[in-house]
Nanobody
Framework: QVQLVESGGGLVQAGGSLRLSCAAS????????MGWFRRAPGKEREFVGV????????YYGDSVKGRFTISRDNAKNTVYLQMNNLKPEDTAVYYC???????????????????WGQGTQVTVSS
C-alpha cells in the first residue's frame, strides 16, 4: 500500500511563492513517475505537471509552464512543487499522485494515476 501526504499549502499574495511537498510511503517510490494535479472550486481536476522516476524529466501543463517546477528526492521519498509568481487563478486544492504504470512518463490523465494524497489548499489573494 502506498500513502501520499501533501503539505506546504497556505495563503499567499499574488506574485508570491510556495513550495508543496508530497511524502510517500512504500519501497518502490523511485520507480514511478509522480504527478501534481489541482482542483479549483467548481472546476474539473487539472493536470499541473509530472516528473519521471529519476527526476531527470518533467512535463507541465500550459497554465503553469515557466512558473512551477517539480523536483524529487528519492532518498527522502518526497516530491516537490515549487510555485512562483502565483496568480489568483492558481487557487485550488493541490494533489500529488503516482503513475499507475511502472517506469512510464508523461501521462496527464487523472485515471492514469492510482494513488493520491489528501490534498493541500493553496489560496492566492489579489
Amino acid at each position: 500500500q502506498v500513502q501520499l501526504v501533501e503539505s506546504g499549502g497556505g495563503l499567499v499574495q499574488a506574485g508570491g511563492s510556495l513550495r508543496l511537498s508530497c511524502a510517500a510511503s512504500g519501497r518502490t517510490f523511485d520507480s514511478y513517475s509522480m504527478g501534481w494535479f489541482r482542483r479549483a472550486p467548481g472546476k474539473e481536476r487539472e493536470f499541473v505537471g509530472v516528473i519521471n522516476w529519476s527526476g531527470g524529466a518533467t512535463y507541465y501543463g500550459d497554465s503553469v509552464k515557466g512558473r512551477f517546477t517539480i523536483s524529487r528526492d528519492n532518498a527522502k521519498n518526497t516530491v516537490y512543487l515549487q510555485m512562483n509568481n502565483l496568480k489568483p487563478e492558481d487557487t485550488a486544492v493541490y494533489y500529488c499522485a503516482r503513475d499507475r504504470r511502472l517506469g512510464r512518463f508523461g501521462v496527464r490523465g487523472p485515471d492514469e494515476y492510482d494513488y493520491w494524497g489528501q490534498g493541500t489548499q493553496v489560496t492566492v489573494s489579489s
